[in-house]
């Protein structure tokens, strides 16, 4: 079965993770499903909202992390635009609006990508993280950006900088999320309200989120300058210990780094 389930239905294009062994973390082949996904439903007048959603128990573990090694996201000249850049220029740039579900852990990306979501409902058991720092990297997806925008300085940086998780409670404080609901609930919660908003008037819709994002003219630069930043701290030694201690369940050792 796809690692991305698809369903589309009354005007809503539905992205489900379905990767439950390896706890949805998304490879290369997901990224591209998700933004081939996404680039279609752009064009097709049939489909007036996304929502993308997880399982009960996790939204994603994030990047693959043995992918983060094979297949590091690092754009090269003339060469194909990596996946996980083409799903992120996707997100970014989808005109109509998104809702997301997200139940248990959303690590890095996981979360990331919520920033470029236009309502955001948690589970209870919702479990945010930003561990790039940790794995021996920077902020992807704008999040340098969105998150300090979104949250405020001194959040983003205790977010980015230290890395640990935060929860639902925490993050609908910080203006992260919309609601929280019981975890069960939280796909149909969402359901519920993207068939809201499919029923409103798609021009209207897209015209409000092209004007609150009108002003946002730092967002493809500083995407830019993070993946390049991203490709390199990847190449390097502290991220090269950090990954191999997580897939090996260790502490990493920095001390040489
Ligand atoms: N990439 C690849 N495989 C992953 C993964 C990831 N990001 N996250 C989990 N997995 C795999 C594990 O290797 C394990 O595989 P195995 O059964 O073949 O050994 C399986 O998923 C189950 O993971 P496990 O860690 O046992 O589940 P858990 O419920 O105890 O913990 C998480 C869940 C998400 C908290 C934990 O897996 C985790 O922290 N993963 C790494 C997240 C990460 O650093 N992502 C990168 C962000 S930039």
Redesign the pocket.
């Known amino acids: 079965m796809s690692e991305i389930l698809q369903h589309r239905e009354a005007g809503v294009l539905t992205l489900t993770f379905n990767r439950l062994?390896?706890?949805n973390?998304i490879t290369t082949a997901m990224y591209t499903r998700l933004a081939e996904e996404l680039e279609a439903a752009t064009a097709d007048d049939s489909v007036r909202v996304a929502v993308i959603q997880g399982a009960v128990e996790?939204f994603t573990?994030?990047?693959?992390?043995?992918d983060f090694l094979n297949n590091p996201p690092i754009s090269k000249p003339g060469a194909e635009v990596p996946p996980v850049v083409r799903f992120l220029n996707a997100i970014r740039d989808f005109p109509k609006p998104i809702v997301a579900a997200v139940a248990g852990?959303a690590?890095?990306?996981g979360t990331t990508l919520l920033l470029h979501c236009d309502l955001v409902y948690a589970g209870d058991n919702a479990a945010f993280s930003l561990?790039?720092v940790n794995?021996g990297?920077c902020p992807e997806a704008g999040a340098s950006l969105l998150l300090p925008q979104i949250v405020g300085y001194p959040k983003a940086a205790e977010k980015l900088m230290l890395g640990e998780a935060f929860y639902a409670e925490e993050a609908l404080e910080m203006g992260l999320i919309n609601r929280i609901v019981p975890p069960h609930e939280v796909n149909a919660y969402a359901q519920a309200q993207a068939a809201k908003l499919a029923a409103k008037p798609a021009a209207s819709l897209r015209v409000t989120k092209q004007l609150m994002n009108m002003a946002q003219t730092q967002l493809a630069p500083v995407m830019t300058e993070e993946l390049k930043h991203f490709g390199a701290l990847l190449q390097g030694p502290a991220a090269k210990e950090a990954i191999s201690a997580?897939?090996e369940?260790r502490k990493p050792d920095f001390s040489k780094c």
């Open positions: 062994d390896k706890k973390a996790i573990a994030g990047n693959d992390l043995a852990p690590v890095g990306i561990p790039f794995l990297l997580v897939m369940k």
